[in-house]
């Protein structure tokens, strides 16, 4: 069975840095990206970034909002992906989801595929 | 950054009833897109990539439509289990973007 696990999330002082993981299990993980969304709560989902294969050298994409703040590593060997979130704002008060990119053989195009069940980031003083 | 606006923000309909959601891109991203279903406290769930391509084990009445700016997702006959919110996601190009989502609520 292919499963996502998060793990890390709590409550952080606003400046403060925390690191999320992923585990995950049943699927060849290098040769899979993997984005990090989030949600703040009641409001939409965010995409924060990706790690990109083993193919692609592990390569990083970031949206706008955490570029330069937080950073998205993995370790095949593991089968993790981690999230490092620096210089923490109140606004970063979300739900954080790990989520598989599924390549269609058909298609040849990605989506998110296989999804964590969350973990909880409150930044407040 | 490519924006995605999604439309409407929520609706009210009935068992049975055929409901339709729209996302349009400010640019042209082809057929790179997917639609997400998400219940209260969980996490999100694929239900179509590449614009109108169901994903496995997801009900056939969902469907999905569109390329270049506009597209749509259609629940033919909307079933007890189907409320929830919906987004879209483009993946066209780097950051990826959201749609705002459609509540889709019980009338």
Redesign the interface.
Known sequence: EVQLVESGGGLVQPGGSLRLSCATSGFTFSDHHM?W?RQAPGK????I??TKDKLRGHRT????SVKGRFTISRDDSEKSVFLQLNSLQTEDTAVY?C?RVGR?S??H?????I????TMVTVSS | ?IQMTQSPSSLSASVGDRVTVTCRASQGIG??L?W?Q?KPG?????LI??AS?L?SGVPSRFSGSGSGTDFTLTISSLQPEDFATY?C?E?YN????????TKVEIK
Do not use: C, H, I, M
């Open positions: 984005d969304v939409g989902l965010e995409w970034g990706r994409e970031y949206g706008a989801f989520a269609s058909e298609t195009q990605d989506a998110l595929d999804w964590g069940q969350g | 950054a057929n790179d997917g997400y998400q969980k996490a999100p769930k694929l990539y590449a391509t994903q987004y996601l993946d780097y950051p990826l973007t959201f749609g705002g989502g």
